[in-house]
């Protein structure tokens, strides 16, 4: 239990702590839920220095790491990965921020994966996102 508490106590901190540079707002668009440490469902198999993305929730079905360091607009990617990413693995040197391209609004952030956590997309965000930005 105390464990249980611990993780979420660090979620909510996670949730709670801006990036470096971004505006107080930004809080509007954290929809990654079940953000965490907690790696018990087996999956999330992803290489130590890259942030890792997956097909499906809870770190199932690997799509594909980010070679590195900067802005990754998915859709473009080769093969296209926009509107597939279910949950993200950080395991990377940066924070991975999410955007989603919404039409009259241009690139809007939608959350962010800190270093040494993943999470999942559950609702209108999973399969939605369009670009990550990898901040290191
Ligand atoms: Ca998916």
Redesign the pocket.
Known sequence: MLAKLAMWAAVAAALVTAPAGAAADDHNGVELEKLGTDLSAAAWECAAGYSCYY??TEGRDWLWNAPGCGWYNLEVNVPRLDN???SIRNRGSGLVEVWRWENGRGWVKKGWVPVGYQGSFYGDL??DIDAVDVRC
């Open positions: 097909d499906r597939r990413i279910s999973e399969n």
